[in-house]
């Protein structure tokens, strides 16, 4: 899966950004957010946040060899790599 084939929606909590999400088979899945109240810049436009458990009721989850975090100032390339590495858990 790539982020190109995600689509991104407003964010209805407040803040001022978007959101997409992606779900795998083996349980985890990635928010992925952009927006001016993210860590993010032009060049590096997203965050990434690793999710386990079924789509309706997945939560962040820090346990992974992807990251213990957020990943912040995300390229597209990165958010890529990172669908990919999550979808390989």
């Not at 997203?46 to 390229?75: F, H, R, W």
Request: glycine share 6%.
């Amino acid at each position: 899966m790539k982020l190109s084939e995600l689509t991104f929606k407003p964010l209805t909590s407040g803040f001022n950004g978007e959101y997409t999400s992606a779900f795998f088979n083996n349980g985890f899945g990635a928010f992925i957010t952009k927006g001016d109240q993210f860590k993010t810049n032009d060049s590096a436009p997203y965050e990434l946040m690793v999710l386990k458990g079924p789509k309706e009721s997945a939560i962040q989850t820090c346990e992974t060899p992807i990251t213990n975090d957020i990943l912040i100032y995300q390229t597209e390339q990165d958010i890529n790599n990172a669908l990919n590495s999550i979808s390989l858990l």
